[in-house]
């Protein structure tokens, strides 16, 4: 019976046994990708068509088939090579074990290496590897060439080298400070010479001497007079300090304030009725570029409807094409952004170096709830504006609440000093 064995048969459990591991390199075909595992195989396989039309195909070009098996190979041995050992020494016929223990591999006999020395030497003068020859055999070291690598490599030697430097410049510091000690020392120790006399009969003096201790001046007893305006000076100095401390514990109080409530009132958006603006913007064509607009209405915090002050001109137009207008000295404005946002005011002073001017608080405009009938002025008598009066603008019934808006109370003449030009706007007249 010829043919295959049928599957599941004795002989085709053998023959895939006998298939599955490594056969002898000798009966493989590179360019027919095929391994014969005897001798009389691979001379039937020789001698069949498909081996012959491949023949004629590597005859045509041999040159490109050779250099094409060469790339392969090199490139899975450094592949196997970096992923498997990294950067260090190794043996290079371990690796090639392990490189050839692959069913797929491609063979060195089909490269233009005959021999596995060939190749290390080649991938060392490529630059690819670091290769060595000692007593057990030819030793590569993968060399990494990846830019994340080598900026690793570099930011790791410069570290090494900031170290360096570190223990360096400390080591020569404490020889300075060696050397001058030593030298202090040097100085500071007593030299001794030889005690000679010229004859005999000379005397020998020795004067002991101490020093003559300095007479501490008598202290006149002070008078109760004396000690009385010093006890008066230290009362008046501690009161002094009594009122200095509440008076920072005061301004720490009013400060905290403030940027409590710069933080809740510090928004995105800072357009509002009736303040003068200009148009910052060239779409509309350079007619109304630098134009100055009256906001009357404002649409969905962003956007406004504003009037043209040379003309009854009315356009929309977005807070980003708009900014806001610093009049001179002694004119009325308003906060439209900031801690005092919505109040108005009266422009003290501009400082053109830190694009900011003092403003002096005049009137709030902002919105509260009470309850009397609109129309009537009314004043707080509770609350955080306790003492300010106003006029009724609308009432809520189903809410029990209303609107005010505030014209005086404790705010009002306070200068508020460091406003930043975007914060405030001219008022329309």
Same mark, same amino acid.
């Given at each position: 019976?010829?043919?295959?064995?049928?599957?599941?048969?004795?002989?085709?459990?053998?023959?895939?046994?006998?298939?599955?591991?490594?056969?002898?390199? !000798?009966?493989?075909?590179? *360019?027919?990708? &095929?391994?014969?595992?005897?001798?009389?195989?691979?001379?039937?396989?020789? *001698?069949?068509?498909?081996?012959? $039309?491949?023949?004629?195909?590597?005859?045509?070009?041999?040159?490109?088939?050779?250099?094409?098996?060469?790339?392969?190979?090199?490139?899975?041995?450094?592949?196997?090579?970096?992923?498997?050992?990294?950067?260090?020494?190794?043996?290079?016929?371990?690796?090639?074990?392990?490189?050839?223990?692959?069913?797929?591999?491609?063979?060195?006999?089909?490269?233009?290496?005959?021999?596995?020395?060939?190749?290390?030497?080649?991938?060392?003068?490529?630059?690819?590897?670091?290769?060595?020859? /000692?007593?057990?055999?030819?030793?590569?070291?993968?060399?990494?060439?990846?830019?994340?690598?080598?900026?690793?490599?570099?930011?790791? /030697?410069?570290?090494?080298? *900031?170290?360096?430097?570190?223990?360096? $410049? *400390?080591?020569?510091?404490?020889?300075?400070? %060696?050397?001058?000690?030593?030298?202090?020392?040097?100085?500071?120790?007593?030299?001794?010479?030889?005690?000679?006399?010229? #004859?005999?009969?000379?005397?020998?003096?020795?004067?002991? +001497?101490?020093?003559?201790?300095? &007479?501490?001046?008598?202290?006149?007893? /002070?008078?109760?007079?004396?000690?009385?305006?010093?006890?008066?000076?230290?009362?008046?100095?501690?009161?002094?300090?009594?009122? +200095? #401390?509440?008076?920072?514990?005061?301004?720490?109080?009013?400060?905290?304030?403030?940027?409590?409530?710069?933080?809740?009132?510090?928004?995105?958006?800072?357009?509002?009725?009736?303040?003068?603006?200009?148009?910052?913007?060239?779409?509309?064509?350079?007619?109304?570029?630098?134009?100055?607009?009256?906001?009357?209405?404002?649409?969905?915090?962003?956007?406004?409807? %504003?009037?043209?002050?040379?003309?009854?001109?009315?356009?929309?137009?977005?807070?980003?094409?708009?900014?806001? %207008?610093?009049?001179?000295?002694?004119?009325?404005?308003?906060?439209?952004?900031?801690?005092?946002?919505?109040?108005?005011?009266?422009?003290?002073?501009?400082?053109?170096?830190?694009?900011?001017?003092?403003?002096?608080?005049?009137?709030?405009?902002?919105?509260? /709830?009470?309850?009397?009938?609109?129309?009537?002025?009314?004043?707080? %008598?509770?609350?955080?504006?306790?003492?300010?009066?106003?006029?009724? !603008?609308?009432?809520?019934?189903?809410?029990?609440?209303?609107?005010?808006?505030?014209?005086?109370?404790?705010?009002?003449?306070?200068?508020?000093?460091?406003?930043?030009?975007?914060?405030?706007?001219?008022?329309?007249?």
């Amino acid at each position: 019976m010829g043919g295959k064995a049928e599957k599941g048969t004795p002989k085709y459990i053998a023959n895939k046994i006998k298939a599955k591991g490594l056969q002898k390199l !000798r009966w493989y075909c590179q *360019m027919c990708e &095929k391994q014969c595992r005897d001798e009389n195989g691979f001379k039937c396989h020789t *001698m069949s068509e498909s081996h012959q $039309r491949q023949l004629l195909l590597f005859a045509d070009n041999a040159t490109k088939y050779i250099d094409d098996f060469s790339k392969n190979f090199a490139d899975g041995y450094l592949e196997l090579l970096s992923r498997q050992f990294g950067t260090k020494r190794v043996n290079a016929n371990k690796v090639y074990q392990e490189y050839i223990s692959h069913r797929d591999h491609i063979h060195m006999n089909s490269t233009q290496w005959e021999t596995l020395t060939e190749f290390v030497k080649w991938l060392g003068r490529e630059g690819k590897c670091v290769v060595d020859e /000692t007593e057990k055999g030819w030793f590569v070291a993968y060399i990494d060439r990846n830019p994340e690598a080598i900026a690793a490599l570099e930011a790791k /030697t410069k570290k090494e080298k *900031m170290d360096k430097d570190d223990q360096e $410049r *400390m080591l020569e510091f404490i020889q300075k400070q %060696v050397e001058r000690g030593k030298k202090q020392t040097s100085e500071e120790r007593p030299s001794y010479s030889e005690f000679k006399r010229e #004859s005999s009969q000379e005397k020998v003096v020795l004067s002991l +001497k101490r020093k003559a201790e300095e &007479k501490k001046p008598d202290t006149l007893p /002070t008078s109760a007079l004396k000690l009385k305006v010093k006890e008066e000076s230290a009362k008046k100095q501690k009161v002094a300090e009594d009122n +200095k #401390s509440k008076q920072s514990a005061l301004d720490e109080i009013m400060k905290m304030q403030e940027r409590a409530k710069e933080k809740a009132n510090r928004k995105d958006y800072w357009i509002c009725e009736d303040i003068i603006v200009k148009i910052t913007t060239k779409s509309l064509g350079d007619k109304y570029y630098k134009k100055k607009a009256v906001i009357e209405k404002v649409v969905d915090k962003y956007c406004a409807h %504003v009037k043209l002050t040379d003309d009854n001109t009315r356009l929309k137009l977005d807070q980003n094409h708009l900014e806001t %207008v610093i009049p001179s000295t002694g004119r009325a404005v308003r906060f439209v952004n900031g801690a005092y946002r919505g109040a108005a005011g009266l422009l003290r002073g501009i400082d053109i170096d830190r694009y900011c001017c003092d403003v002096e608080v005049s009137a709030l405009g902002r919105r509260t /709830t009470v309850i009397p009938s609109t129309g009537r002025a009314v004043r707080f %008598v509770n609350g955080a504006y306790r003492g300010a009066a106003g006029l009724l !603008r609308g009432i809520d019934i189903d809410r029990y609440c209303c609107d005010v808006e505030i014209s005086e109370g404790p705010l009002t003449g306070r200068v508020v000093k460091g406003v930043q030009y975007e914060d405030i706007s001219k008022l329309a007249s």
